[in-house]
Antibody
């Protein structure tokens, strides 16, 4: 059974960075992409970007280009999402999700992490 | 970016009602359309992928249809556990955008 477990809640100052982790257990790690999605309080879902560990390729939404870096460590089956130059509007729950089709980001998000609340406040 | 527009934004219904939620894409996305259910404080749950394929473990009262730009999610007979927020998402092209959500409430 595939499970995604994320790191704990973070409180950050404006202008700083946050790095959220997502550890995958079960299934094959490298073959399947991981997407990152966020949800601001009371708002909808927003796709941030993703990584295909097997290929080492990343893809980011234009909105986050230059501020987000997604990496993967195959030895620990962990994916990381780092967001820099934080502002109050980045306060949200950040989710990782597995793409259930090999070697692509263009597929169904079939397994999700539990979410990590990132609060940006001075 | 491909814009996804859901309607209605909110909906009141009763147990055993038949409910339909619509999702429209700003351009053709073939059948690269997924539906999710989200309950408060929980991660989204995949219900339907590729417009009409039922995800494993999801009750058969959920069904999806459509192609190109127009899609629907139907719940044939609402159960108490179905009251939640529903999102569509296109997986045709990056960024993989979501609809704004439909909040399904108990009447």
């Amino acid at each position: 059974q595939v499970q995604l477990v994320q790191s704990g809640a973070e409180v950050k100052k404006p202008g700083s960075s946050v790095k959220v982790s997502c550890k995958v257990s079960g299934g094959t790690f490298s073959n399947y992409a991981i997407s990152w999605v966020r949800q601001a309080p009371g708002q909808g879902l927003e796709w941030i970007g993703g990584i295909i560990p097997l290929l080492g390729t990343t893809n980011y939404a234009q909105k986050f280009y230059g501020r987000v870096t997604i990496t993967a460590d195959e030895s620990t089956r962990t994916t990381y999402m780092e967001l820099s130059r934080l502002r109050s509007e980045d306060t949200a729950v950040y989710y990782c999700a597995r793409v259930g089709k090999a070697a692509t980001l263009a597929g169904k998000l079939d397994y999700w992490g539990q979410g990590t609340l990132v609060t940006v406040s001075s | 970016d491909i814009q996804m527009t859901q309607s209605p934004s909110s909906l009141s219904a009763s147990v055993r009602d038949r409910v339909t939620i619509t999702c429209r894409a700003s351009q053709s996305i073939s059948t690269y359309l997924n539906w999710f259910q989200q309950k408060p404080g929980k991660a989204p749950k995949l219900l339907i992928y590729s417009a009409s394929s039922l995800q494993s473990g999801v009750p058969s009262r959920f069904s999806g249809s459509g192609s190109e730009t127009d899609f629907t999610l139907t719940i044939s007979s609402l159960q108490p556990e179905d009251f939640a927020t529903y999102y569509c998402q296109q997986s045709y092209g990056s960024p993989y955008t979501f609809g704004q959500g439909t909040n399904l409430e108990i009447k």
